[in-house]
């Protein structure tokens, strides 16, 4: 399949991937529509970049991206994604300092799946698991005191 991407990006994919260090986090989206809504909607974010193919998002100093899948058409890795498979199964997507009740709420009224609703945990986070359109967990959560 062809990328869909009509618009000027906003950066070239070389100077972008040169910027980048640390740690990266890349998903694969069957649809980015979706994914982006949950983003929006359910996380409270705003895409620093975003078009039918690729997105960047950032929080609390971190970034990640967005692929929708048909961007990979020659990669060995777009096979294991076939029909009905649940992505992502056994990572948890951790966003520190974002109010997992708040979020929890958006994820609700926006007809995602709440996987575990916000609760106190004993590492001093109250959390919750939230899955997106492609079944990625994003786990929202804010410091408890201590008790």
């Given at each position: 399949m062809t990328q869909m991407r009509a618009d000027e990006p906003f950066m070239s994919a070389g100077d972008y991937g040169r910027s980048l260090k640390g740690m990266g986090?890349?998903?694969l989206v069957a649809d980015m529509t979706p994914a982006l809504r949950f983003q929006r909607e359910v996380l409270g974010l705003t895409p620093?970049?975003?078009n039918a193919d690729f997105a960047v998002l950032r929080h609390g100093g971190s970034e990640w991206m967005l692929h929708a899948d048909h961007t990979y058409s020659?990669?060995?890795l777009l096979g294991l994604l076939g029909?009905?498979?649940i992505r992502g199964v056994g990572c948890e997507l951790r966003l520190y300092?974002?109010?997992?009740d708040a979020?929890?709420?958006r994820c609700r009224a926006a007809g995602f799946e709440v996987f575990a609703p916000a609760a106190d945990k004993p590492h001093g986070q109250r959390e919750a698991f939230l899955a997106d359109a492609d079944g990625y967990?994003?786990?929202p959560g804010i410091a408890i005191a201590d008790p």
């Open positions: 986090v890349n998903l620093v970049y975003s020659n990669h060995p029909d009905g498979v300092d974002l109010d997992p979020a929890e709420a967990i994003w786990v």
